[in-house]
């Protein structure tokens, strides 16, 4: 059944909404597919990683309004290795994405999100927009079969376009900084450039976003239940990974049609979105 917000949930919730608010107003978004979604079926959502991660705060905010859904979001490791950073993301209800954390929440009936392509997706290169970077990742779907947890893919549009990368990880790398790092052994540190956000633009030379409007679908959820006992079994998490994969390709297809054809601006974003 569906887990009713708790005090810790209601306190964080009532900061996330003071911060969501400005964002939904300013980007818009839509949100397809929200019937494929049974808020008392705790389930794990499984999405792509937008430039910036611009869209859980949008996508968590409508889950909570229309569907009474505590979202909570596995963080890459590196959030919660800075000390006010980490402070700032947990009072939103980010979990560091260890499988513990993650076994410990399915236990106790949570909705949960995650991004299997982390930072690495988040700090995306001049050429990957829309792009799904997972390497050989298969811990969510390995924890989805181990606590035969339903698997909901989901992807988000939009905040690809908000800017333009000047400058990314792989320019940065192969700079004489990027050399020197290299050099004295601590390119490790930051996963040999992965995490290095990449240097962007928006509206004009500034780094305020361009009001471009956000897209989100729901794809029909994903039994893992004809897993069960499989999630040693490296063929079966390729197998599951693999059509969850196949269900996001299909909806950032489908979302990237919507977000072309879509037509409800007004003067004033139609130029900013040009700038």
């Known amino acids: 059944m569906k887990k009713a917000p708790d005090a810790s949930d209601r306190i964080w919730l009532k900061r996330f909404f003071r911060l969501s608010k400005p964002m939904r107003a300013y980007f818009r978004p839509r949100f397809?597919?929200?019937?494929?979604?049974?808020?008392?079926?705790?389930?794990?959502?499984?999405?792509?990683?937008?430039?910036?991660?611009?869209?859980?705060?949008?996508?968590?905010?409508?889950?909570?309004?229309?569907?009474?859904?505590?979202?909570?979001?596995?963080?890459?490791?590196?959030?919660?290795?800075?000390?006010?950073?980490?402070?700032f993301i947990s009072q939103i209800g980010a979990v560091d994405g260890t499988p513990e954390n993650c076994s410990r929440m399915m236990d106790a009936g949570e909705h949960i999100?995650?991004?299997?392509?982390?930072?690495?997706?988040?700090?995306?290169?001049?050429?990957?927009?829309?792009?799904?970077?997972?390497?050989?990742r298969t811990g969510f779907a390995r924890l989805a079969i181990k606590h035969g947890f339903r698997i909901i893919p989901f992807a988000s549009k939009g905040a690809d376009h908000v800017?333009?990368?000047?400058?990314?990880?792989?320019?940065?790398?192969?700079?004489?900084?990027?050399?020197?790092?290299?050099?004295?052994?601590?390119?490790?540190?930051?996963?040999?450039?992965?995490?290095?956000?990449?240097?962007?633009?928006?509206?004009?030379?500034?780094?305020?976003?361009?009001?471009?409007?956000?897209?989100f679908a729901f794809g029909e959820p994903i039994d893992t239940r004809r897993f069960q006992g499989a999630y040693q079994d490296r063929q079966a998490l390729l197998a599951l990974r693999r059509e969850v994969e196949d269900s996001l390709k299909t909806q950032i297809g489908i979302l990237l049609y919507v977000l072309g054809q879509d037509r409800d601006h007004g003067y004033v974003r139609r130029l900013l979105n040009r700038l």
């Not at 999100?113 to 970077?133: N, T």
């Not at 800017?163 to 930051?190: C, E, H, K, Q």
């Open 113 to 136: 999100v995650v991004f299997p392509g982390g930072a690495r997706e988040a700090f995306k290169r001049k050429s990957e927009a829309h792009q799904l970077i997972w390497k050989n």
């Open 32 to 87: 397809f597919g929200m019937d494929n979604i049974d808020p008392d079926r705790p389930s794990l959502f499984v999405g792509n990683h937008p430039l910036f991660a611009l869209d859980y705060p949008l996508m968590a905010a409508e889950l909570y309004e229309k569907k009474g859904i505590v979202l909570h979001p596995l963080g890459d490791h590196w959030h919660f290795r800075i000390p006010v950073w980490r402070f």
């Open 163 to 215: 800017y333009t990368i000047l400058l990314d990880n792989t320019d940065v790398m192969n700079s004489p900084l990027g050399r020197l790092l290299t050099r004295t052994g601590l390119a490790p540190l930051i996963r040999n450039g992965e995490l290095i956000p990449p240097l962007v633009r928006g509206v004009g030379p500034t780094l305020i976003p361009r009001p471009e409007r956000f897209f």
